[in-house]
């Protein structure tokens, strides 16, 4: 069987309450069609904190939704995200991709926090800078023999930027074997921060928009990804999310679940006071503004660049005003992203509202799904 660069693959999001499918065709250079589209919830104790606890529940819940969404292709592209990821912008002087790919196997110890042994490792060279003779790279093996090659190759100080990726194989393992169980067949395993900008690039040019935050809202992590010009510049997970908000309601108003969900988008009964809802939502999110807040200071210690814009995505973007909370405390533009509005949606095969309520929380299944792959 051959799947050809045009072929799209079946793009799996496992998150901590639902799973989410996307199906993609390329009908020209960059434009998409969706053509297959669906979610499936999960119980709550089958994935806790990016863990997946129970995984036969998983894979049962993922088996019929491809049911469900009569997917055909066996090809499929996933991700990760989470403590499990690793990803640092380091400098190196300039070499070869295969160069570079040697010395990093031998020196991203120093570098990542797992062991060495326990990691698949990849990086991309984002591209040539200028530094004086006298920096040091921030990889560097400390041999003699290299101090001599650098001197004789490295004389003006030529360097380049690299960001180093470290995932742990066991989340990579954690996620291959469920889509295996499901009789899927994993051509791509990628990281969440890499699909939002993707998913981003349906509808933004993120190379003139300077510095932003890309931040995704999930219910379990809230995803901080600081792009510059078009390229990562930091991403940080914080281990709070739209899950805290969800008990936060179930406990003030005693309501079941399902009930918090109509609530966070502004529909509740009269019994409930609006008022006391924005309460209850500016609690939960305070914290997360607030580590926020921490990480766009610390950026700019490192960088020396402020964040111009704010685009949301994720479960969370979805709570009515909450694009305007963000932007009153940060005292930055904030808007909702809608990668939807890139794809082309023909209204017979889909409900146009429907996708409109769920395009929040398919970001990151939209993003993977704008990949393609050979395979024989």
Same mark, same amino acid.
């Given at each position: ?11 799996? #999001? ?6 989410? %499918? ?5 009908? *020209? @250079?960059?434009?998409? =069609? &969706? ?82 042994? #326990? ?6 060279? %984002? ?5 004086? *003779? @006298?920096?040091?790279? =921030? &990889? ?237």
């Amino acid at each position: 069987m051959f799947l050809s660069k045009k072929s799209p693959l079946v793009a799996i #999001d496992i998150g901590s309450s639902s799973i989410k %499918l996307v199906q993609l065709t390329e009908f *020209k @250079e960059g434009q998409y =069609e &969706l053509i297959r589209f669906g979610m499936m919830p999960l119980d709550k104790e089958c994935i806790v904190e990016g863990a997946i606890k129970k995984p036969a529940l998983v894979t049962e819940a993922l088996k019929n939704l491809l049911k469900a969404e009569k997917i055909q292709s066996r090809y499929a592209v996933s991700a990760v995200a989470g403590e499990a990821v690793f990803i640092k912008k380091i400098k190196v002087p300039v070499m070869s991709e295969e160069e570079l790919s040697a010395k990093i196997t031998q020196e991203a110890e120093q570098y990542i926090p797992f062991d060495i042994d #326990d990691v698949a490792l990849d990086f991309q060279i %984002l591209g040539a800078i200028h530094t004086d *003779k @006298e920096d040091e790279s =921030e &990889l560097d093996d400390g041999s003699q023999d290299n101090d001599e090659q650098k001197e004789d190759s490295n004389e003006e100080g030529e360097m380049m930027e690299a960001l180093l990726v470290a995932v742990q194989r066991e989340v990579i393992d954690e996620r291959t074997d469920i889509l295996l169980e499901a009789d899927l067949k994993p051509a791509i395993i990628d990281l969440d921060v890499f699909a939002l900008m993707n998913a981003a690039r349906l509808t933004t040019d993120l190379s003139s928009m300077g510095t932003i935050a890309l931040i995704d809202l999930g219910d379990s992590f809230t995803h901080i990804n600081i792009i510059q010009d078009g390229t990562m510049g930091y991403t940080r997970d914080i281990p709070v999310g739209g899950g805290y908000l969800t008990n936060l309601l179930m406990t003030k108003f005693r309501i079941p679940f399902n009930q918090t969900l109509d609530i966070k988008r502004g529909k509740f009964s009269s019994d409930i006071k609006e008022e006391e809802v924005i309460e209850v939502i500016t609690r939960a999110y305070k914290k997360v503004l607030d580590e926020v807040q921490k990480s766009f200071d610390y950026f700019g210690t490192l960088s020396d660049h402020q964040i111009e814009r704010v685009l949301l995505c994720g479960g969370g973007s979805m709570i009515r005003g909450l694009d305007g909370f963000f932007a009153n405390h940060l005292k930055i533009p904030v808007e909702v992203l809608d990668p939807m509005r890139g794809v082309k949606i023909n209204p017979k095969n889909f409900d146009q509202s429907l996708i409109d309520e769920m395009s929040g929380l398919s970001t990151v299944a939209l993003g993977l799904a704008t990949r393609r792959f050979d395979y024989k």
